[in-house]
């Protein structure tokens, strides 16, 4: 896997698109976009928009030829709800979120943000209002001050301070040899990859995207380091549109929706209790990670 720094869209297996540094906040008026003016503008350059309503419609897609990957996926989300991509092996879910980004456009139906087809969004638009938290944390040779703000290089120091506290990763840092200044990265202090996945999570506050993308962020960690995360993860998600996709099923309990996914459908939809309920993949699944057995990749629908 290539390692890009976060801020780009590096799902796996997807190409990478550059995120811009203007137009990326919008809580400050910081912003180059101008908003408002245009159809289909998600970045007000002047005040916060409120997080997205996102619709998938009957989306069809295939990477090559015959064989499709999404069919007829449908999926509403309401503005401010998380959603679990929870499902095999191969089942689709990165897929879903490139489609969300853009990287692909599907081959049938339509993926829309507060009703409008991505299609007809600017990418400077679309690439502004989403932040993508990914599997590695690339720390540059540089303070930690400047890795952090790197979510978005306008934001002030105290912008940076705040949003390492909302990391939860301040105090951690307050105890490095320089404090802020302490140089991180390969030539510098190596962290742990419990506090490379805050340096991900505060670049993600600084930036304050409104909607959030989550590809398996706790995926190297221990389940401790892993939970601690998650509580960072969500208060991250408070106020945003955020997707996640998670493979132990622990971490994504909370969210107000989980879609349990197998050959590019949608299953199962509910929350945590709803599916537990309903006692079917989801509930199979759950029982057999927490009886230690993955199930996870037998994930065959039961009915
Ligand atoms: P995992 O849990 O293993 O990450 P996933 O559910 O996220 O799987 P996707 O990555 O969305 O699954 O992949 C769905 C299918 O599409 C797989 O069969 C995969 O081989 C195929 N696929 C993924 N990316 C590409 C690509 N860039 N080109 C061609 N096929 C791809």
């Given at each position: 896997k290539t390692m890009l720094p976060e801020g780009t869209l590096n799902l796996p297996g997807s190409i990478a698109v550059e995120?811009?540094?203007?137009?990326?906040?919008?809580?400050?008026?910081?912003?180059?976009?101008?908003?408002?003016?245009?159809?289909?503008?998600?970045?007000?350059?002047?005040?916060?928009?409120?997080?997205?309503a996102i619709e998938f419609n009957n989306v069809t897609f295939g990477y090559s030829g015959e064989r499709k990957v999404l069919q007829g996926f449908n999926l509403k989300v309401k503005p401010g709800q998380s959603v679990a991509l929870v499902g095999g092996s191969g089942s689709g879910k990165s897929t879903v979120l490139r489609l969300l980004a853009r990287l692909y456009d599907p081959t049938e139906g339509n993926v829309t943000i507060d009703g409008i087809d991505v299609r007809d969004l600017r990418h400077e638009s679309l690439r502004g209002a989403i932040g993508v938290v990914p599997q590695d944390t690339v720390l540059f040779n540089a303070s930690v001050m400047d890795n952090i703000r790197y979510g978005r290089p306008g934001a002030s120091d105290e912008e940076v301070i705040a949003a390492s506290k909302m990391a939860q990763l301040h105090h951690s840092i307050l105890r490095m040899p320089e404090a802020y200044d302490t140089m991180v990265g390969e030539r510098g202090l190596k962290l742990s990859g419990g506090e490379k996945q805050r340096v991900a999570i505060a670049r993600t506050f600084v930036r304050a995207p409104r909607l959030l993308i989550c590809d398996e962020a706790t995926s190297a960690l221990d389940t401790n380091t892993e939970q601690e995360i998650m509580s960072s993860l969500s208060r991250l998600a408070e106020g945003?549109?955020?997707?996640?996709?998670?493979?132990?099923?622990?971490?994504?309990?909370?969210?107000?929706?989980?879609?349990?996914?197998?050959?590019?459908?949608?299953?199962?939809?509910?929350?945590?209790?709803?599916?537990?309920?309903?006692?079917?993949?989801?509930?199979?699944?759950?029982?057999?990670?927490?009886?230690?057995?993955?199930l996870y990749d037998k994930c065959i629908p039961v009915y």
């Open positions: 995120v811009p540094t203007v137009g990326a906040y919008n809580g400050n008026g910081a912003s180059g976009n101008g908003a408002g003016h245009e159809t289909g503008v998600l970045v007000n350059g002047n005040k916060a928009l409120p997080p997205p945003r549109t955020s997707f996640f996709v998670a493979h132990r099923l622990s971490t994504i309990v909370d969210c107000d929706v989980i879609c349990v996914m197998a050959d590019g459908r949608i299953i199962e939809q509910g929350s945590h209790e709803e599916l537990m309920g309903l006692g079917r993949t989801y509930r199979d699944m759950w029982m057999g990670q927490a009886a230690g057995k993955d």
